[in-house]
């Protein structure tokens, strides 16, 4: 395929937790310069065919996507899939999986929430009459929207994050399951800002190594809101375990400014793009 203009792969649509419908978001790409873009939801594939639709009106190429929930050593870790086929069958039933996990722990949480003294019954209603998938920033949104918390961030310190009242471990498949599955779809795998989990750099070099070793195949090197000490590490890592690159916004809300669509540092020299071969 070949193409002009930005390349983004992580961003997110009303399928999971972004804010615009798969279409606009491709709109949104299109006028912000990007010829190259994929959709990658939490968990779900669910606006690719919305999205290619989209796209192929206005240009765009659309990289099929999704962003893994994984685990590695008891740390939630999001794995990217792209140039995925969404009806492969392994893949699909590692979704479903998902989405019974994701609703799970939702009723989880809320349950939590109403021995904390709030309206869980009725935080969940708002977040399952969501389109897509359940999360929790549709959670902290909700509770935003009650008057319960002043802020998203307020939901997660009060009552979301680790430690917290209403806090429910993520049982998540280990990040081999999630590379297998992506890799039977057809599609490779690279982990989604690397610099974001809370890990030391030891931890975060086994977990590089665990997941070349399972044959995942790029970092995300530059995302959104990472600064660029943080992309030389990233590349440092790639270059270290033999991967290659990959760059995304991780859009989700046009009006969260830090992580905007198309504006998006180019990948240092001498790390190899995950999309050269498929992109010319």
Known sequence: MSAGGIVDLH???????GFLPPAELVERAAAAGIGVLALTDHDTTAGLAEAGTAAARLGVILVPGV???AVWRHQSIHILGLWIDPSARTLRAVL??????????????????????LPGDELLSTVEAKPGLPTRSHLAAALVAGGHVHRAEDAFRRYLGRGKRAHVAAEWPPIE??????????????IAHPARYPLSSGGRRKLVADFAAAGGSALEIITGANGMQHASANAALAL????????????HDPQLTWNPLGRLAKLPDGIDPLWRDRIL
């Open 11 to 17: 961003t997110h649509s009303t399928c999971s937790d």
């Open 67 to 69: 962003e893994f929930s």
């Open 96 to 117: 479903n999986d998902q989405a019974d996990r994701r609703r799970v722990r939702m009723r989880r949480i809320c349950a939590a929430l109403t021995k904390a003294g």
């Open 177 to 190: 399951e999630a590379v297998a599955a992506i890799r039977e779809a057809g599609g490779v795998a690279s």
């Open 240 to 251: 270290r375990f033999g991967l290659r690159g990959s760059l995304g916004s991780d859009f």
